[in-house]
């Protein structure tokens, strides 16, 4: 976004690039280490759908972008997606044995998680319970 300001003591005018943030643009994120995790998982005000994948994984390849088509259009739930060969640190406190691996997060607490490829119908159900239980 381009937003034009005038200096009232010089007359002359300003043109400042501005970026606008979103809660649609930060729903989907890839975490880069514990820290970032903490932040925004373990704290965040939404639920999060924490993805744990790797690039060698084929399953993962299919329900990664599956998870964030069905996220879409769901302003209330965030995807985070972590990379085990990246974080061996996340992987081991949330003892992860097999990739894909989904775990359900709110309020910093695992409220549900499933291991492999699902179908559609399974992660709309998460969805779902996500969804529900927030507004209820």
Not at 17 to 38: C, G, L, N, P, Q
Request: glycine share 2%; hydrophobic share 45%.
């Amino acid at each position: 976004m381009l937003r034009i300001f005038r200096n009232p003591i010089l007359g002359e005018r300003i043109i400042r690039k501005t970026f606008s943030f979103s809660a649609v643009a930060a729903k989907r994120f890839v975490i880069k280490d514990h820290y970032e995790f903490d932040q925004k998982v373990i704290n965040s005000d939404n639920p999060v759908i924490v993805n744990f994948h790797a690039e060698w994984c084929d399953p993962c390849k299919i329900l990664t972008p599956k998870m964030t088509e069905l996220l879409e259009p769901s302003e209330e739930i965030d995807l985070a997606i972590v990379d085990v060969d990246d974080n061996a640190e996340l992987v081991q406190t949330f003892e992860v044995k097999a990739v894909p691996a989904i775990l359900a997060f709110r309020n910093g607490v695992v409220v549900d998680k499933f291991i492999g490829l699902v179908d559609a119908n399974m992660i709309e159900n998460l969805i779902g319970k996500l969804t529900k239980k927030k507004t209820s």
